[in-house]
């Protein structure tokens, strides 16, 4: 923590400084391209993806080490009747995670990534928005930190993903505080509430955003207002990815708005970032084109737990891989005049 004082100082230092692209590395990476058995410009956004990778590495486009990232808590908001599933499946899908039997062991399987699940304090979920602070500074910088900490085992390509019953209610917050617009704009079934759910869903958005409204223009305060530890962390992990030269895939509507506070307080800090997936929760779009970004794909799938940005890491691995691996048109012995 700061000798000065406050916990979050540090992150607000830290999102200041943040190390930009490396041009250098992105330069060599396009003169190779232009040397490939193939018409200029023909890999589409695979090229474009090649280039981001030596950006944000600073090296050669390759990807040897990719790893899922899933961050699991439990959520207060959950006693307003926000979800039809009860909190206790937040530890439970941590248990099948461990167990190989959710969906994204098995994309991880088929696309050869690594997955470390990490769960923060599931027997203490935070406390319930519509009432008071989800955290206190302290637990949601420590909690920040725990998620810069979980990269630290090395990866080359991280993908970040969730579990949490209750946590669409609190991306759908955090979007309305970061965004304006009404509950209804942001607010989408999750795992499938309808009906009364859903008009809990909105109402609990609306008193929650209203309650902390004189504290919301710091996006740090909407973090630990209106977020959640699994929000936290995927925040810390994404930022010290930044700071390790690692890039990031951000996974669905629940990874999206961690990644929103941290462009809110500085907007160059999701350069690194691709969005994997565009999720069927109807405010997702709306909250990518905030982020001036392009998703990589559109499956009409709305799960979490990373499955968006496990299956945009398959494409970013063949982009590396054919980058590193054509040949040259002098290697192949192909004319490349036309
Ligand atoms: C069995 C099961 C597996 C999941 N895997 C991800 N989620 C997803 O659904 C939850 C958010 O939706 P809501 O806000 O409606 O509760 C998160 O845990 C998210 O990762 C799941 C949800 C369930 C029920
Ligand atoms: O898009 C997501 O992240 C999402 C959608 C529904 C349920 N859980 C997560």
């Not at 607000?12 to 330069?27: F, H, I, K, M, T």
């Not at 040397?35 to 990807?63: D, M, Y």
């Not at 085992?153 to 009404?182: H, S």
Request: hydrophobic share 50%; aromatic share 4%; charged share 15%.
């Amino acid at each position: 923590m700061s000798a000065s004082g406050l916990p979050f100082d540090d992150f607000r230092e830290l999102l200041r400084n943040l190390p930009g692209p490396d041009s250098a590395a992105v330069a060599a990476a396009r003169a190779r391209d232009a040397q490939l058995t193939k018409p200029p410009g023909s890999l589409g956004r695979l090229e474009e993806i090649a280039f981001w990778l030596s950006a944000w590495t600073g090296r050669a486009p390759a990807v040897t080490r990719p790893l899922v990232a899933i961050f699991a808590g439990n959520h207060g908001v959950t006693a307003q009747g926000v979800t039809p599933f009860p909190s206790s499946v937040t530890a439970q899908m941590v248990e099948n995670f461990a167990a190989g039997g959710a969906a994204i062991n098995q994309i991880c399987v088929a696309y050869d990534l690594g997955l470390k699940v990490f769960d923060l304090a599931l027997e203490y979920p935070t406390a319930d928005i519509t009432q008071e602070a989800a955290l206190s500074e302290r637990d949601c910088a420590a909690t920040m930190a725990f998620g810069m900490e979980a990269v630290a085992g090395g990866t080359d390509l991280l993908c970040i993903g969730e579990m949490g019953i209750g946590n669409t209610t609190i991306a759908a917050a955090i979007n309305l505080a970061l965004y304006g617009g009404t509950a209804a704009d942001w607010v989408g079934p999750g795992t499938g509430a309808e009906g009364e759910i859903l008009a809990r869903k909105i109402q609990a958005v609306d008193r929650a955003v209203a309650l902390h409204r004189d504290h919301l223009s710091d996006p740090l305060e909407v973090l630990r207002r209106l977020g959640g530890r699994e929000i936290a962390a995927m925040a810390g992990a994404i930022l010290a990815a930044r700071m390790q030269k690692i890039p990031v895939i951000i996974d669905g509507y629940v990874a999206t708005s961690a990644a929103a506070i941290l462009k809110a307080v500085n907007p160059a800090a999701l350069d690194h970032c691709l969005i994997g997936h565009v999720s069927a929760e109807p405010g997702h779009m709306k909250a990518i084109d905030r982020l001036g970004k392009t998703p990589l794909l559109a499956l009409g799938m709305r799960l979490g737990e990373g499955t968006g940005a496990a299956l945009a890491a398959g494409i970013v691995k063949a982009a590396a891989a054919c980058h590193g691996g054509m040949a040259t048109f002098a290697q192949a012995g192909v004319s490349n005049k036309a």
